[in-house]
């Protein structure tokens, strides 16, 4: 497995990551147990999760339980800043509300540092002096060894960055946005800012919810037991006409070379310099493995060419 350092911070993770968030709710603890491992096993070594995931602390939990000693093996990235309640309490990017995150996040996880901290979404209620602050006395205090963004606008990136850079604080290393061969927004702004301040990009929805896993055909029912095929998936996100015409521009492209729409889905992101590692969630050691080999196709100059030129052109 490839290793990657996430932007410019010494900080190295695989190229495929795993994504955590079915633990603790679709996927029960045994289940996950067996991703865990077999990811482990195969040298994933980013294990990707958040407060929230798995009904409110039930993703951190299993994890918890399942690594053991496999955990200093690992680079354990979770987020907070969603809420943890109904009232919406237990949310937000505060002083306050950080430090009382961060001890729940250490307890359910059973570990004494995390390695990437992420604010899971802005906090419109909160200076982001206040939360750099916060998280700059968890890195100093060791319990916290790298922090980064999710979801974070291009100017909020800018700001955050300015701000730790002006205060001596710690600094994000990374954010994580979707992106994907279907969602590809962020190139024209975000991802030159990151270039520019030495920040790695963690994509989430890689494969656009399972569209891009080849699995789904148009006007054609999903398939039993798929994602899409779930009560609540709120699959209209990601079918509609313009993503089924990419889609199908690019399963032609990728037959015609002998590839599969997920090899392409992985092996693009994993091609783009800024990304440092393709995250993907699994409920089946099975699709670890798919996933890992389905970074493994070299695209050439002319192929990624020709793949801008299909995404573009089926979108006009």
């Known amino acids: ?56 602390g039930g993703s951190e939990e299993s994890l918890g339980q399942i690594l053991g000693e496999r955990r200093k093996d690992i680079v354990l990235a979770t987020k907070f800043g969603l809420p943890m309640d109904d009232a919406k309490v237990l949310s937000g990017a505060s002083r306050r509300y950080i430090m009382t995150a961060v001890e729940a996040s250490l307890r359910r996880l059973r570990t004494d540092w995390i390695d990437l901290y992420q604010v899971h979404q802005p906090d419109p209620l909160t200076p982001i002096e206040e939360t750099l602050r916060a998280l700059d006395d968890l890195v100093r205090q060791g319990k916290v060894r790298y922090v980064g963004s999710s979801n974070f606008t291009v100017a909020q990136v800018v700001e955050a960055d300015r701000t730790a850079h002006d205060l001596k604080l710690s600094t994000f290393i990374s954010c994580q946005n979707q992106y994907s061969l279907l969602e590809r927004d962020i190139e024209a702004q975000l991802v030159p800012a990151m270039q520019a301040r030495g920040l790695g990009l963690l994509p989430y929805f890689p494969l656009a919810g399972g569209l891009l896993t080849g699995k789904y055909r148009r006007d054609t029912p999903p398939p039993t037991g798929t994602r899409f095929a779930r009560v609540g998936s709120r699959p209209e996100r990601f079918l509609n006409p313009a993503n089924w015409a990419v889609v199908e521009r690019l399963r032609d492209f990728c037959e015609k070379r002998g590839h599969t729409l997920l090899e392409l889905a992985f092996s693009w992101l994993a091609a783009r310099p800024y990304v440092a590692s393709v995250i993907a969630g699994a409920t089946r050691p099975e699709q670890v493995e798919q996933n890992v080999e389905a970074a493994s196709w070299q695209l050439t100059p002319e192929d990624l060419a020709e793949i801008d030129r299909l995404t573009d052109l089926a979108r006009r």
Do not use: P, Q
């Not at 990551?17 to 990811?39: D, I, M, Q, W």
């Open 1 to 56: 497995m490839l290793l990657r350092n996430l932007g410019r911070s010494g900080l190295r993770v695989s190229a495929v990551g795993l994504g955590c968030n079915n633990f603790g709710g679709r996927t029960g603890l045994e289940e996950s147990r067996a991703v865990v491992h077999k990811a482990i096993d195969l040298s994933i070594t980013l294990f990707d999760t958040a407060d929230a995931y798995g009904n409110r």
